[in-house]
């Protein structure tokens, strides 16, 4: 077979066109991510397997909730009241376990499968990426928290025989309950999203953020018995104690006898303080692994 | 029972990088137990922080089901999620002997991190003193991850999302529910380990008190464990090839 002729080459004209459609730009992407993270995190728009475990925990979160404002239905104001911040002290057990069942999802799956590239090639900064998919996670968290205080308002406006008396009553507690829900959300999501953010393998992952919920709560509780001076510190590590002593310190009530934050026995705004330095550490911490982490 | 198998899932468990945390985990009562012998306050009673703080309290509440479940999905779930499973169960080994070799594995590892250091903890704390109290939790550890093993062998084998499904049933159900139910008492494996602990001292109310008496919690921790393993035989008998994942 005799070689070809380099000379005769041609160039054909594929027809392949450049894109001259609307640029949506940055803000648009940022967008975009967002609203496909939070959809994720609820498993809508993927397989019937992703969402058994968000929406079996985010039942869990509503079902006193529902109780209550199906009680109130029946029994009008008969019923006892329950305060929001001891929803919100009981809300902190399904939104840990969703933090352990889903938070190695946000990030994982890029991670994993080396998807990054295709983000970072785009208009999206890398901290865009970061800011998005944590915002995503966090507002998916305040549904847990602030969703069943809601239907709880409800619940006890219609518990209550005058409603612009109970709302005169209670007004105040709505901004309160919006913060406290928020707090609980950052600090939890951006928690366990810098734990996830650092380890790939989902089992690490789920592990390691159920670590930091599950065995800081026992260890803490005797830290704080036995530890004397320096342990009860402790209670500031216990993302469960540190969270409801944040919303404890929101709302501006004083801790039960035997509550740890009563035994603890350290101011309640050091808790918001503490609250907001491990949102601000656990932000760095995914800011930093996106602008270093290979894409 | 089938040797071979069993000595692949120990390398297996033995050569991830978890079992290093796993590990740091089940020491973590030694650590406390330390500084209780160093720091504790002149008035605290050592049998009652032994019972109810350290040995019925954060090692049966959550190392215990922790240690067990991350060794048991990581026994049957990481070859499972690799697709690594279809060549083992192409084998002529009976699926029946696939699932009690790596369930006793899973065990063996569990009680392994578990028990020394539990043992060596609630020494510390009594030092010698408070009969049958290290001896009952003891004999509850174990029978209790005997249990949890069981369970969370089945649940590997059957969703892919065990470790998550595993901390639903211990943190959700054992955790949370069974405070508002009483009667979760008789359906919760952390139950069954202290009722059996309980066989063995005899401690008052305000020190502590299992939530069962030791002959049903060991009746229904056996029951528990033999349904949960001729659940995940069952499970695994009608798996098909291709179904992975």
Redesign the interface.
Known sequence: MPGADPRAGAIYDLGYRTYDGPRLGRRAAILALYTFTLRGAFGIGRRT?AK??PL??AA?AFIPALIQLGVAALLGSRIEIIAPWNYLG?SE??V??FC??VAPDIFGRDLRYRTLSLYFSRALLRSDYAIAKTAAFVTALAVLTLGPLLLLTIGNGLASDDLPGYLADHWREFPQSLAAGLVIAAVAGCGSLAIAAHAPR???A??GV??WF??T???A???V????EI?RFAAWFSPFDLLYGAALAIFGHTPGADSIQARADLPLFSYLLLAVAHFAAAALLILRRFQRVQA | MNPDIARLTARTLLGQRRTILVVLLALLPVAIALLYRFAAPADADPERFAARALLGGIVTTTILPLVTLIFATGAFGQDIEDGTAVYLLATPVPRRDIVLARFLVAWAASLAALLPAAVAAGLIVLGGSGPGIVAGFAVGIAAGSFVYAAAFTWLSIATSRALVAGLLYVFLWEGTLSGLFSGIRFLSIRQYATGIAGAFFDLPASVFQPRLEPAPAAVLAALAAALMLLLAVRRLQRWEAGEAA
């Open positions: 397997s058994i475990v079996v925990v869990f009981y057990v399904p840990a376990l352990a069942g989902r089992a690490y789920t592990v159920a670590a599950l065995v709560l026992p260890l509780g005797i830290l018995e036995i530890g004397g342990g």
